[in-house]
């Protein structure tokens, strides 16, 4: 069943994410998840059809994060206009580095308080 997961802003472009299965979205017969943007949406399977059978992932919401993560830096890279410029803006390690490091990176500058805004005298 497709499944409207939410609207959000990549650098200012309202993208959709949608979750469904490859009878919603025929595209998802080669991937688990991609980027059209044509169409300004975000596409994630709901893996249902994997779940239980052998190779499959045993954290499912965990993996379709990282799925999502994956597809909206595809998203950031276009509306930045890097992917029109770059070979490395539309390579797929690249963009799936940035997507399985981000959370790390996110923590760490966190932690560094790099992620708060600075006051007068820093």
């Not at 998203?75 to 490395?88: I, P, Q, R, T, Y």
């Not at 990176?105 to 708060?116: H, V």
Request: with cysteine; aromatic share 8%; charged share 25%.
């Amino acid at each position: 069943m497709k499944n409207i997961l939410r609207v959000v802003s990549v650098l200012g472009t309202p993208y959709t994410i949608y979750q469904g299965t490859t009878l919603d979205f025929p595209d998802l017969c080669d991937c688990d998840g991609y980027c059209d943007t044509t169409i300004k949406a975000i596409v994630v399977s709901d893996m249902t059809e994997n779940a239980g059978k052998p190779g499959a992932k045993a954290d499912l919401m965990h993996y379709q994060r990282k799925v999502i993560r994956h597809e909206l830096t595809h998203a950031l890279l276009f509306e930045s206009g890097l992917s029109n410029d770059s070979s490395w803006a539309e390579n797929e390690e690249v963009v799936d580095w940035i997507a399985i490091q981000f959370p790390k990176l996110e923590a760490l500058f966190s932690q560094a308080g790099c992620n708060e805004p600075l006051k007068e005298g820093d």
